[in-house]
């Protein structure tokens, strides 16, 4: 847009000391009377995609991004492309071979052309792995004598204050000395050092190999003395941003903070695509980031967006939506693809929804995830998509 370059200084402006427009963030009306697309331009647009023969879904709030359904054909078509199928490590998926283009005045509107591929975003949650087998710990199924043993007495608690019910939260353990050989007895060796986690079997209280409950997390943040002065996140609304739904996800989140003391959570949950399937995956995510962010914020709302898949655009979508209904002044978004492997118009979509945040004073935060540079895990070394914009935020350990 013509208007891009003045829309990035005063971006920049809003967040520099000293500068006149220092945190006089817009309104969303604001933001869109000075750099929002017109409804002439929608228009056009709508124009150039009933002459493809695609149907138009949806325009957003702020007329950034109109959502079009179409066939294949239609779709190389109307943006000049061919789109394949391939095959890689066992995943089928289709993406468009070239830079998608619009022979049309709409063209003069339109930033990016995203959709043409189905590869998406992963979730940052991973299963512990035991070092003794390189498998995943097998988890503990909540069960009706654990409630009743430890709920009853925690109910009446405002705010956590309880020891750890599951887990040992002290991960490093003593010195110890370990002998390891082979079957044939050659090669061996000698460890001596700590020991990480629990020994299996430990039963409950110390469950391996570690973990922390709200407690041990709160304590390590310093958050008790915040909540003891007030700061509990009270008025405010934390939104998160995941991909397809779980059906027990309010149900579990009930049972979390009747079990640690948190108080009754106020949960909305919305799917402006329409309602996504379940997935087991993505449903420990979410349950993962509710449970935590209700943890770290016990006394404020809860708006979990779901895209109805885990693709780029759909997630973008939900991020964008989130900011245009003003459902809160934090989101939260927990996945993230290595950035060389993400399309250039994907790219540049997150960071301008991004931007829009930034505007507005609403903070994005994203997860940088566990790879680092991804070097070791992907051969490529590279950032996390999502927590590389620069006017999002990005949150690691």
Same mark, same amino acid.
């Given at each position: 847009?013509?208007?891009?370059?003045?829309?990035?200084?005063?971006?920049?402006?809003?967040?520099?000391?000293?500068?006149?427009?220092?945190?006089?963030?817009?309104?969303?009306?604001?933001?869109?009377?000075?750099?929002?697309?017109?409804?002439?331009?929608?228009?056009?647009?709508?124009?150039?995609?009933?002459?493809?023969?695609?149907?138009?879904?949806?325009?957003?709030?702020?007329?950034?991004?109109?959502?079009?359904?179409?066939?294949?054909?239609?779709?190389?078509?109307?943006?000049?492309?061919?789109?394949?199928?391939?095959?890689?490590?066992?995943?089928?998926?289709?993406?468009?071979?070239?830079?998608?283009?619009?022979?049309?005045?709409?063209?003069?509107?339109? /930033?990016?052309?995203?959709?043409?591929?189905?590869?998406?975003?992963?979730?940052?949650?991973?299963?512990?792995?035991?070092?003794?087998?390189?498998?995943?710990?097998?988890?503990?199924?909540?069960?009706?004598?654990?409630? =009743?043993?430890?709920?009853?007495?925690?109910?009446?608690?405002?705010?956590?204050?309880?020891?750890?019910?599951?887990?040992?939260?002290?991960?490093?353990?003593?010195?110890?000395?370990?002998?390891?050989?082979?079957?044939?007895?050659?090669?061996?060796?000698?460890?001596?050092?700590?020991?990480?986690?629990?020994?299996?079997?430990?039963?409950?209280?110390?469950?391996?190999? $570690?973990?922390?409950?709200?407690?041990?997390?709160?304590?390590?943040?310093?958050?008790?003395?915040?909540?003891?002065?007030?700061?509990?996140?009270?008025?405010?609304?934390?939104?998160?941003?995941?991909?397809?739904?779980?059906?027990?996800?309010?149900?579990?989140?009930?049972?979390?903070?009747?079990?640690?003391?948190?108080? =009754?959570?106020?949960?909305?949950?919305?799917?402006?695509?329409?309602?996504?399937?379940?997935?087991?995956?993505?449903?420990?995510?979410?349950?993962?980031?509710?449970?935590?962010?209700?943890?770290?914020?016990?006394? /404020?709302?809860?708006?979990?967006?779901?895209?109805?898949?885990?693709?780029?655009?759909?997630?973008?979508?939900?991020?964008?939506?989130?900011?245009?209904?003003?459902?809160?002044?934090?989101?939260?978004?927990?996945?993230?693809?290595?950035?060389?492997?993400?399309?250039? /118009?994907?790219?540049?979509?997150?960071?301008?929804? $991004?931007?829009?945040?930034?505007?507005?004073?609403?903070?994005?935060?994203?997860?940088?995830?566990?790879?680092?540079?991804?070097?070791?895990?992907?051969?490529?070394?590279?950032?996390?998509?999502?927590?590389?914009?620069?006017?999002?935020?990005?949150?690691?350990?």
């Amino acid at each position: 847009f013509p208007t891009r370059r003045s829309s990035d200084l005063l971006t920049r402006q809003m967040y520099t000391k000293g500068s006149p427009n220092y945190h006089k963030f817009l309104t969303a009306e604001q933001f869109r009377s000075q750099f929002g697309p017109t409804d002439q331009a929608v228009q056009t647009l709508k124009g150039f995609a009933a002459s493809q023969g695609l149907r138009i879904d949806s325009v957003s709030k702020s007329n950034l991004a109109v959502r079009v359904t179409g066939t294949v054909s239609d779709a190389q078509n109307a943006f000049h492309v061919q789109i394949n199928r391939y095959q890689h490590n066992g995943t089928t998926f289709y993406a468009a071979v070239g830079t998608p283009t619009i022979n049309h005045p709409a063209a003069a509107y339109v /930033a990016a052309i995203t959709g043409l591929h189905s590869l998406g975003a992963k979730s940052t949650a991973v299963q512990p792995i035991d070092p003794s087998t390189g498998q995943a710990v097998a988890g503990h199924t909540l069960t009706r004598q654990d409630l =009743a043993k430890h709920a009853p007495s925690l109910l009446s608690k405002p705010v956590v204050h309880t020891p750890g019910i599951f887990f040992e939260d002290q991960c490093w353990r003593g010195l110890q000395t370990q002998a390891f050989t082979t079957n044939n007895n050659l090669p061996a060796g000698v460890y001596e050092g700590n020991r990480y986690g629990s020994d299996p079997g430990s039963g409950l209280g110390h469950l391996p190999p $570690c973990g922390y409950e709200p407690l041990a997390a709160l304590t390590a943040y310093q958050m008790i003395p915040l909540f003891d002065a007030g700061a509990t996140g009270l008025g405010q609304t934390l939104v998160i941003v995941d991909a397809f739904d779980w059906p027990t996800l309010g149900a579990d989140l009930a049972t979390f903070s009747g079990l640690f003391g948190l108080p =009754a959570p106020n949960l909305t949950i919305y799917q402006p695509e329409g309602p996504p399937p379940d997935n087991s995956s993505w449903g420990g995510e979410e349950s993962i980031d509710l449970q935590w962010g209700h943890t770290m914020a016990p006394e /404020a709302n809860l708006a979990l967006v779901e895209g109805i898949d885990n693709s780029f655009n759909s997630l973008n979508n939900a991020v964008l939506f989130a900011i245009e209904s003003g459902l809160g002044n934090v989101i939260s978004n927990s996945y993230g693809a290595p950035e060389a492997l993400v399309d250039t /118009a994907d790219l540049n979509t997150m960071n301008s929804i $991004c931007q829009l945040g930034a505007s507005l004073g609403i903070a994005v935060d994203f997860s940088s995830g566990d790879s680092g540079d991804y070097l070791a895990s992907n051969g490529v070394k590279t950032v996390s998509y999502g927590a590389d914009s620069p006017y999002a935020t990005g949150v690691g350990g």
